[in-house]
């Protein structure tokens, strides 16, 4: 009896003592500091050194605003930036349309058809490729329009409506030349007021680009058949060989796409076409 009263005395001393140690340890607790953070010092200097850049800068900001000059040149030089800034959004379409880009890629597309692939080269790939040779054409026409009218254009030498007038003319002069005159033709018929049997060199261009793409298509789909030929050859006699063995269940176009890659590959056929492709505009 006398060992359990000693245990239990025991276990009453040490419940006992749990609330003095939670006590001792927060009295034990370091209270925090009554000053300012030091992220509240480091928000007070940024701020301070924020407003003394402001001050600053103000002369200078104030020595590069727009001159309001008067007589209304405010509004002109907005209706001008707008203008602007609505041609070089345009600026990819009106490179399609005014360059050789639309019969280079037409040919690929063709091309990549023939063979019998539908994703490879893929469609990235073709882009880039006829851009590339699209810039390799067009080298000349641009170095021209630079020179004509957007160097003296950026110097200050030429207002805009000139400096765009020149830049055109290169272009002009490239589209008349491949320009087909039944498209031509057909398209100023559709026009009232212009005469049918305008030349290319007199057509504006709202009838001039439109004329230069249609025969560009036309042009590009002339070749595609020429491509077309020797790979639907190959088909044909591939099909005829497995009539002949009797395998009329298996696919023709899966037997011969190796044998049109093998031909394609040996021919140098991307050489040759990209060959094609420049010399046609030579």
């Known amino acids: 009896m006398s060992a359990r009263r000693a245990l239990r005395s025991a276990a009453a001393a040490g419940q006992g003592d749990r609330p003095v140690r939670r006590c001792s340890r927060r009295r ?9 953070a030091p992220w509240r010092r480091l928000a007070r200097l940024g701020g301070w050194a924020a407003l003394t850049l402001l001050v600053l800068a103000a002369p200078a900001a104030a020595q590069q605003g727009i001159p309001l000059d008067p007589g209304g040149s405010l509004a002109a030089r907005s209706v001008q930036l707008l203008l602007l800034v609505t041609v070089l959004s345009l600026v990819p379409g009106l490179a399609v349309m005014v360059t ?20 490879a080269p893929p469609n990235m790939l073709l882009v880039s490729l006829a ?4 810039w390799f054409i067009m080298e000349p026409t641009l170095s021209a ?19 765009f007038a020149r830049a055109v003319e290169p272009f002009r002069a490239f589209m008349a030349a491949r320009v087909d005159g039944d498209s031509l033709a057909g398209l100023a018929a559709l026009r009232p007021g212009l005469d049918p049997a305008i030349t290319p060199d007199q057509a ?12 560009e298509m036309e042009r ?24 002949s063995m009797g395998m009329m269940m298996v696919p023709p176009a899966i037997v011969a796409l190796p044998f049109k890659l ?19 505009y030579g």
């Open 131 to 134: 851009l590339f040779l699209t």
């Open 100 to 119: 050789c880009f639309p019969f280079v890629v037409t040919v690929l597309s063709i091309l990549r058809q023939g063979l019998g692939l539908q994703q």
């Open 220 to 243: 590009a789909f002339q070749v595609g058949f020429l491509i077309f030929l020797p790979f639907l050859i190959i088909d044909l006699v591939v099909a005829a060989v497995l009539m």
């Open 28 to 36: 034990g607790r370091v209270p925090l500091s009554s000053g300012p």
């Open 262 to 280: 093998a031909f394609f590959v040996v021919a140098d056929g991307w050489t040759l076409v990209a060959e094609s492709l420049v010399r046609s």
């Open 204 to 215: 504006p261009l709202s009838l001039l680009v439109p004329s230069f793409l249609l025969s």
């Open 145 to 163: 329009a630079w020179e004509a009218g957007v160097r003296p254009f950026i110097d200050g030498t030429l207002p805009l409506e000139t400096a």
